[in-house]
């Protein structure tokens, strides 16, 4: 199976990364060789196998939902790549 | 000065007990060092003002009961550190500051260790040479224009160079282990859920551990004694009674039985890793060690099963780059548009090349396909594992199959780059602990490490049959300091 342009362009959409048609070509390139080398798996019968979904096999902790780190709200928002002191800033959503 | 930076972690500390030197002196002597060394461009930040200030506070009054007293470290810019920029070696986070301190680094903190700055490597972990890093390719000290590898490229470059006494890195697919392995240090990855992954840029969160890299396997004894730690912050961290590996460290390996998997002995090795693999195996006999063949038949697919589980969850984490609350931002015309080219401006080639492939597999109709069957693969390779391990104590095998390269060599073909990780992935996709100790030399004099694999949780076991090998290899890089100005 190979992936072409067109599906190349459709996950770079899902992906939210903008790519031109030079760069669709490299990456249908390289996505096709790197494919290749997974369709290996194919060769391996897996029907009676159970998915390994995390090696570390414990039910997950409850903890209380508790406050512990306080007054960092400027050093979050510092981060923010638009100047707004208060929020964080997106381009218009709703017209 | 060339005494300090030519002493071992545990040499150091106990030079600084004995207050035979102070932490300002060596942690000048190393900023010294680093000054000359700025073309092997290990550190993407410097803390060096910060480091000397507290050097100055520890020598006034430290404590010295502390594990790593006033010993100045630097790490991976993978970890966040509470107020210095943590980039992830990705233009995306070239401006990030961290409102937090991942755990391992704390950990260092509270036990006396001093940060010097944070060190080069690959994108957000991805590479297995340094090349993929936004702050540029690291050069390693074992020659000019020769790869470190990666994704712990800078650091491995940075403790062989002797630029920091010790460092931590980061391990996915064997990024600890590999460049390890092309720089003559030791690089140990713990079992999954030792270290915590709090505080660490995510790559692929099943997969991701931290662990020690340092001169030697006491030293990297003592560095695990320091990190491993149950944290309630990770929610995969294991709660499990740890040892007091540094302390408890024997060369005393008699009857320990070691396996051979056949199956490592890939086409196209180059006979000087297969005799440095047959060299390990008649040194541990002579050590006392019992080996024994073992197989373990799904070796082949863990590297593709490797390539749809790591970029899945990578494509997942890195979602959150999106330009919003921190980070790179381009403009766009709207809020799609500015996510677009944030993400495309912002994420280097093999960043967006995994990305892709994780969206790819985990899309509407090719789940099942890819994600799920790597997952089935998942669980035969460590099957695997487990059925070896009924009759073996760990596993031997070389860490890479072959020596380092020169820079460019393999970033035209993402494959050929990949192959480099076919010993240490199986590793990762089970959970295991496993550590490279060097061991020889290939012909260019370029260091070759071996790779010892262990059971879940028994990093004792694998450090004491490194450190019993370590003592009869007496491996020395003798680096001629060529990248000083």
């Given at each position: 199976?190979?992936i ?16 031109d ?19 290996a798996?194919?060769?391996v019968?897996t ?49 | ?8 972690l545990?040499a150091l ?17 190393y900023?010294a ?29 430290g404590?010295?009961?502390y594990?790593?007293?006033?010993v ?11 107020n ?5 070696g ?34 957000f ?26 994704s ?51 790559f ?19 560095m ?14 294991v ?20 396996g ?6 890939v086409d ?46 990578a ?50 109709g ?7 069957k ?17 009759s ?50 290939d ?43």
């Amino acid at each position: 199976m190979s992936i072409d342009l067109k599906t190349i362009k459709h996950i770079a959409k899902l992906s939210r990364i903008s790519i031109d048609d030079k760069k669709a070509k490299e990456l249908e390139k390289d996505l096709n060789s790197i494919f290749e080398f997974i369709e290996a798996l194919n060769k391996v019968d897996t029907k009676k196998v159970d998915p390994l979904t995390s090696i570390a096999e414990t039910s997950l902790k409850l903890r209380g939902d508790d406050v512990k780190t306080k007054n960092i709200r400027e050093q979050i928002l510092k981060n923010s790549p638009d100047e707004n002191k208060d929020f964080f800033v997106v381009p218009k959503v709703v017209e | 000065m060339s005494d300090i930076i030519n002493l071992t972690l545990s040499a150091l500390i106990n030079k600084i007990k004995k207050k035979e030197l102070s932490s300002q002196e060596i942690t000048n002597a190393y900023i010294a060092r680093a000054e000359k060394s700025k073309d092997l461009n290990t550190y993407i930040t410097t803390d060096f003002e910060n480091a000397i200030e507290k050097a100055k506070k520890f020598d006034e009054k430290g404590n010295f009961d502390y594990k790593l007293p006033g010993v100045p470290l630097a790490v991976k810019d993978l970890f966040c550190t509470n107020n210095l920029k943590t980039t992830a070696g990705s233009k995306i986070l070239s401006n990030f500051i961290p409102s937090y301190e991942s755990t391992v680094t704390q950990h260092l903190w509270d036990e006396g260790a001093i940060l010097l700055g944070k060190l080069n490597c690959d994108e957000f972990a991805m590479g297995s040479s340094n090349e993929t890093s936004f702050f540029g390719n690291v050069e390693s000290p074992v020659g000019k224009k020769v790869v470190p590898g990666g994704s712990s490229g800078g650091s491995a470059s940075a403790l062989a160079a002797k630029l920091t006494p010790a460092t931590i890195g980061t391990d996915t697919g064997g990024s600890i282990r590999q460049p390890a392995s092309f720089t003559g240090t030791v690089g140990l990855k713990p079992t999954y859920g030792s270290c915590s992954r709090y505080g660490i840029v995510a790559f692929a969160s099943s997969l991701d551990q931290a662990g020690p890299m340092t001169q030697d396997v006491s030293d990297a004894a003592l560095m695990l004694d320091v990190i491993s730690k149950y944290d309630t912050k990770d929610s995969t961290s294991v709660n499990f009674k740890r040892g007091d590996y540094f302390k408890s460290l024997s060369s005393n390996i008699k009857g320990k039985k070691i396996g051979i998997p056949k199956e490592y002995r890939v086409d196209g090795m180059p006979k000087e890793i297969e005799s440095l693999w047959q060299d390990g195996i008649t040194l541990l006999k002579k050590l006392g060690a019992k080996i024994i063949d073992i197989s373990l038949p799904h070796t082949k697919y863990a590297l593709p099963a490797y390539y749809i589980v790591a970029p899945a969850e990578a494509s997942s984490n890195l979602a959150r780059y999106d330009g919003v609350k921190y980070g790179y931002r381009s403009e766009g015309e709207n809020l799609i548009s500015m996510y677009e080219n944030t993400r495309s401006e912002g994420f280097g080639d093999e960043v967006k090349r995994r990305i892709m492939i994780g969206t790819y597999v985990l899309s509407s109709g090719y789940y099942d396909a890819y994600y799920l069957k790597a997952q089935k693969i998942r669980r035969l390779i460590k099957n695997d594992f487990d059925e070896a391990y009924k009759s073996v104590d760990a596993i031997l095998t070389p860490s890479t199959p072959s020596s380092a390269f020169k820079i460019g060599d393999k970033t035209d073909d993402p494959v050929s780059m990949y192959l480099n990780d076919i010993f240490t992935v199986p590793v990762n996709l089970s959970g295991l602990p496993a550590i490279s100790i060097p061991a020889g030399k290939d012909k260019n004099n370029y260091p070759l490490g071996l790779q010892l694999i262990g059971k879940a949780f028994e990093e004792q076991n694998l450090l004491d049959i490194s450190y019993s090998m370590e003592k009869e290899l007496s491996f020395k890089n003798n680096l001629q300091d060529w990248w000083i100005k």
